[in-house]
């Protein structure tokens, strides 16, 4: 029997569009993926191929994340704008500039640099943040922050304030190798 690795077709994307690809979802048989500023590129689930590049109006989005919404063809996107986490809904058809539909503000993100976010009908809706990007500075991000947020309190205003989240504080190193905080734990929180 023959258990040799063997090499899996990767395809190249040399329009550089999809980027870090912090935000990625699945539905439709098609994998989302985030490729900066308001666009969002399609792949199929099977081949990996590019299917369709989507332009999201309006124009000012700054998408970092995008979740399926339990609606046919229908994610939530989270853009960055003037320093603000908002949330959209967004609706992926045959036109290649679709439209989002704001649907509300992100409050108390915990951290200022968002990561992803995870969201199901029945648990609600998940964002994750880390600290400032500290890159620039040889420093390791670790302070981790996961809030919890109840859609359906859009119903009634358009800013979300979390019900509860969790805080993570790891140790990490500079590029020198030397430790620059100390393990504090992983906690919950109530805001």
Known sequence: MN??????PVIAHTNGL????????????????V???NKVVALNC????????????????????INYFYETNTALLLSIENGKMLLYKCTFGDTK??????LGTIENPGQPVSQDIFYHNKYGLF???????LAAQ????????????????????TSLYPDFGFVTNMPAKNAE???????????????
């Open 3 to 8: 258990t040799a690795a063997k090499p899996i």
């Open 18 to 33: 999809l980027g870090h690809a912090n935000g990625m979802s699945c539905f439709d048989n098609r994998f989302y993926v």
């Open 35 to 37: 490729a900066g500023d």
């Open 46 to 65: 099977n081949s990996g191929k590019e299917e369709a590049v989507y332009t999201i109006t309006p124009a000012s989005l700054r998408l970092k994340a």
């Open 97 to 102: 500039k679709p439209s989002a539909v704001y």
């Open 127 to 133: 964002v994750g943040t880390c600290n400032a990007n």
């Open 138 to 157: 040889n420093v390791v991000t670790t302070k981790n922050t996961l809030l919890h947020y109840d859609l359906k309190k859009l119903s009634t205003k």
């Open 177 to 191: 190798g030397q430790v620059y905080n100390s393990f504090l734990g992983f906690s919950s929180f109530y805001v």
